[in-house]
């Protein structure tokens, strides 16, 4: 496997695609993905939420946030709402929410408010300066939106500066060796270099996204240096979802793990 190929597989999802490498500029990732989801992202990835951390983890038998009422919460990445809804629904005192795509702020606006419910919404890069109040959350989250931001570090900083002292950080992403492996045949066949986080492309119907996959050392490191304090750190499916799921991906999610969900505190 040549780390530098222009061209190389991927998984989305639970699919395989050709992904072009691409050079690392903020401003294309963010124009690239901001169309993306503004169009037709939610159509072809789907909404990931709450209760959901990915296709087999759940919050039901994880209590990751355990009683949120009276708590709040801001999301990173809110897409389809339907996280904020979850925990609206369970009585946290406000719900906020920050996105990239003025599409999906539109569109958790309409979930919240066919629900009865109401957000302060943000659309902008989680890596910038958007005017959230710092020391404010008892819970920051995200449900796979963190792996799309162009700096990491940055971004679990300003995490870091919104949460109060000993609030709670909780975020899912797909696992970077799941992004390696594609399934074959009954045979898991490794297809991409783990240690390989350059920047790729890859097109989607007709639009196109652009990704990095960081390892997990990656994720761990800049949350140490970011204050964290891990709690806890899921990789494993949850067996009955598994089970009930009984397709390829779910069949992948027995041998390893597609998702993983880290629980951090501020100290
Ligand atoms: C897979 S979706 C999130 C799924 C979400 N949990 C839901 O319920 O739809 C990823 C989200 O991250 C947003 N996003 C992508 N890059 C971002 C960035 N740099 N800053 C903030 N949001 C971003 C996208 O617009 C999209 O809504």
């Not at 939610?42 to 990931?48: E, K, P, T, V």
């Not at 939420?49 to 209590?63: D, H, M, T």
């Not at 060796?177 to 007709?206: M, P, Q, T």
Request: with cysteine; charged share 25%; proline share 2%.
């Amino acid at each position: 496997m040549d780390k530098n190929a222009a061209h190389r597989t991927n998984m989305i999802g639970g699919d395989e695609v050709d992904a072009i490498s691409v050079e690392w500029d903020k401003r294309v990732v963010h124009e690239t993905n901001s169309l993306f989801w503004d169009t037709t992202g939610n159509d072809i990835l789907g909404a990931i939420a709450l209760p959901f951390y990915g296709a087999f983890v759940s919050e039901e038998r994880r209590r990751l946030f355990g009683d949120v009422s009276g708590k709040k919460v801001l999301e990173i990445g809110c897409g389809s709402g339907q996280s904020l809804q979850y925990l609206g629904e369970r009585q946290a005192s406000e719900l906020w929410g920050i996105d990239l795509s003025e599409n999906q702020i539109e569109k958790t606006r309409q979930q919240l408010t066919e629900h009865g419910l109401s957000a302060t919404l943000i659309c902008s890069p989680m890596e910038e300066e958007c005017g959230l109040p710092e020391n404010y959350f008892d819970f920051v989250y995200s449900i796979y939106a963190l792996g799309w931001t162009t700096d990491l570090e940055g971004t679990f900083r300003r995490i870091a500066s919104y949460l109060k002292k000993d609030g709670v950080f909780i975020f899912s992403w797909s696992h970077p060796i799941h992004k390696c492996v594609a399934a074959e045949n009954d045979k898991l066949v490794f297809k991409k270099c783990y240690f390989d986080e350059s920047w790729y492309s890859v097109s989607l119907g007709e639009n196109t996204l652009a990704l990095s996959d960081r390892t997990l050392s990656t994720y761990v490191n800049a949350l140490a240096k970011a204050g964290f304090v891990i709690e806890q750190m899921i990789e494993e499916s949850d067996d009955e979802l598994v089970q009930a799921n009984g397709s390829d991906f779910a069949k992948k999610a027995k041998m390893l793990p597609v998702t993983f969900v880290v629980k951090a505190r501020k100290p």
